[in-house]
T-cell receptor
Framework: GENVEQHPSTLSVQEGDSAVIKCTYS??????FPWYKQELGKRPQLIID?????GEKKDQRIAVTLNKTAKHFSLHITETQPEDSAVYFC??????????FGTGTSLTVIP | DAMVIQNPRYQVTQFGKPVTLSCSQT?????MYWYQQKSSQAPKLLFH???????NEADTPDNFQSRRPNTSFCFLDIRSPGLGDAAMYLC?????????????????FGPGTRLTVT
């Protein structure tokens, strides 16, 4: 099955700085890569996603890049705000419609 | 307005006493997933249904079973809960068109059921 690795596990940034979270995957057949934000006690919330035929996607302060050859994808958050503090998960959809999650990154934005 | 509903939100069961968690959806999605999420960990896929086809993950314990009687409902049965099964159980749905590869198949998560085993 798919194996998704995520780094770093914790990240602290000053408000206004950028945050970058990186993930790698193992299954070359994976074709859809969502990113989720999860606040304590709540469900994962989709914040951005990218398909395998696209290299980059941006939505306001959030962007995702995908390198299919290297099998890695990254989340970029610019102009971070305290409300961005949460746990972020990357995921990859395998060839059989399964989703496999990375181990998560706890992001803290310091005011 | 609710799209993926899970009941109950909180469930307490005794060690070894069977328990059933429920998920329903109003989205008419053909795929339904069950995840287990323990504290400070990522959601772990237990199994999913593509229409009526059941797909078990290789490392899902036999103690966990699932039923999908129709498109809208999916149940997670834990036959003999152990202390290690205490977790948040998340249900999710997505729509995967037949024969379409590489599509955007967003998952919609329910609010989860917090299971406590005493």
């Amino acid at each position: 099955g798919e194996n998704v690795e995520q780094h770093p596990s914790t990240l602290s940034v000053q408000e206004g700085d950028s945050a970058v979270i990186k993930c790698t995957y193992s299954d070359s057949a994976s074709n859809y890569f969502p990113w989720y934000k999860q606040e304590l006690g709540k469900r994962p919330q989709l914040i951005i996603d990218i398909r395998s035929n696209v290299g980059e996607k941006k939505d306001q302060r959030i962007a995702v890049t995908l390198n299919k050859t290297a099998k890695h994808f990254s989340l970029h958050i610019t102009e971070t705000q305290p409300e961005d503090s949460a746990v972020y998960f990357c995921a990859a959809r395998g060839s059989g419609n399964q989703f496999y999650f990375g181990t998560g990154t706890s992001l803290t934005v310091i005011p | 307005d609710a799209m993926v509903i899970q009941n109950p939100r909180y469930q307490v069961t005794q060690f070894g006493k069977p328990v059933t968690l429920s998920c329903s959806q109003t989205l008419n999605h053909n795929v339904m997933y069950w995840y287990q999420q323990k504290s400070s960990q990522a959601p772990k896929l237990l199994f999913h249904y593509y229409d009526k086809d059941f797909n078990n993950e290789a490392d899902t314990p036999d103690n966990f079973q699932s039923r999908r009687p129709n498109t809208s409902f999916c149940f997670l049965d834990i036959r003999s809960p152990g202390l290690g099964d205490a977790a948040m159980y998340l249900c999710a749905t997505s729509r995967v068109p037949q024969g379409v590869q590489g599509g955007r198949s967003e998952q919609y998560f329910g609010p989860g059921t917090r299971l406590t085993v005493t």
